[in-house]
């Protein structure tokens, strides 16, 4: 394989940079050059792209979001438009796509396999964590540790004057961040989507909590639809609790910031060994962290297990050492 492409879809997430960076080196130092298509499948639909070199990927390692762009592309879901697009990417010389994103970007890589034969590699880039087949998603450490820093500066204040604080992090259908940052933050309550709420129960827990003397609650709650997000919680609970309260939408903050170590390292890992792969002539595959190693994982299999097995066992130690 002589030249690769590379494209960011879907939701941004820090460390998707370093991924970038990680690949393009590596193919350049296997002798391919490197198209790097602006805003996701809309680029890649509209041929936009622009050459990238290992200059061009330099003093990015640390910095968040995707500098190709990103997007959702309606276009790409019409198999017509699709064709076109191959055709485009075979006229300037891509024989390998490499994609970074979550599973719908994942099911677009799949159908260019699929319909043209065209070599795809997937990176797991979301910070929601629910990817089937990799223990972490790139962006997924940084939105815990700041949704953590932020609880952690509630409580500052939740200590000082008696507050009850409920928190809303990312994770519309995954309770991922909710867990983690309940756990690291030392939350009072957690609610996530995979569960059906028992508000008479959290009441409960909340108000022995209280009656033990703690000072600070903070709840974290996951945007998850059928719990209705924050406000709703905060309705629902905050009737019971007969407490003065406040809602807090952490929201697209999650999103920002310069990517910790660990999602540096992931990125990394990822990058390298999606293009070392792609010059093997492999397909098909997304890279996965499976016992903190990146390993390839059949990307068909990733897509059709759909999400995860959510990690009850974070959520039932963040209840249970919530005092
Ligand atoms: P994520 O990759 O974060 O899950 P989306 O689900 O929005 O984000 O998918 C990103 C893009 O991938 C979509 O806008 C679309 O262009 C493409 N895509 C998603 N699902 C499919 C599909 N079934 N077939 C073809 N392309 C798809």
């Known amino acids: ?39 996701g499948y809309t680029g890649f639909v509209e041929n936009r792209y622009t050459e990238l070199t290992s200059r061009s990927v330099g003093n990015v390692i640390q910095t968040g ?7 959702r592309c309606k276009a790409f879901l019409d198999p017509k438009v699709r ?44 910070i929601d964590n629910d990817v089937w087949g990799t223990e972490e998603t790139i962006g997924f450490d940084t939105a815990v540790n700041t949704a953590m820093r932020a609880i952690d500066q509630l409580r500052d204040t939740g200590e000082s004057t008696g507050m009850m604080f409920f928190v809303e992090v990312m994770g519309r259908t995954s309770g991922a961040i909710a867990m983690y940052t309940a756990l690291a933050g030392g939350a009072a309550s957690v609610v996530v989507p995979e569960e059906d709420e028992d508000w008479t129960v959290i009441a409960r827990h909340i108000k022995d909590q209280m009656a033990r003397g703690k000072k600070s609650h903070i709840i ?16 629902r609970l905050g009737a019971r609790l007969d407490h ?3 809602v807090v939408i952490l929201g697209h903050i999650q999103r920002g910031g310069s990517p910790t170590m660990r999602d540096r ?59």
């Open 244 to 246: 003065e309260f406040r």
């Open 83 to 126: 064709a076109e697009s191959v055709a485009q990417m075979r006229e300037i010389g891509v024989e390998g796509l490499v994609v970074i994103g979550g599973d719908g970007s994942f099911r677009g890589a799949l159908t260019l396999e699929s319909e043209h034969n065209i070599a795809v590699a997937g990176i797991p880039g979301t």
């Open 265 to 323: 390292l992931v990125a990394s890992q990822s990058g390298a060994l999606a293009v070392e792969a792609l010059h093997q002539d492999r397909s098909g595959f997304m890279v996965g962290i499976q016992h903190s190693t990146p390993v390839l994982v059949p990307l068909k299999e990733a897509v059709e297990r759909g999400h995860p097995e959510p990690r009850m066992d974070v959520l039932a130690l963040a209840r249970h050492i919530a005092g």
């Open 1 to 39: 394989m002589q030249r690769i492409g590379i494209l960011t879809s879907g939701g941004d997430a820090p460390g998707m940079n370093a991924a970038i960076r990680a690949a393009v080196r590596t193919a350049r130092a296997k002798g391919m050059s490197v198209a790097g298509y602006h805003d």
């Open 220 to 235: 974290v709650v996951a945007e998850g639809e059928q719990a209705g997000g924050a406000f709703a919680v905060a309705g």
């Open 65 to 71: 979001g995707t500098f190709l762009g990103t997007s």
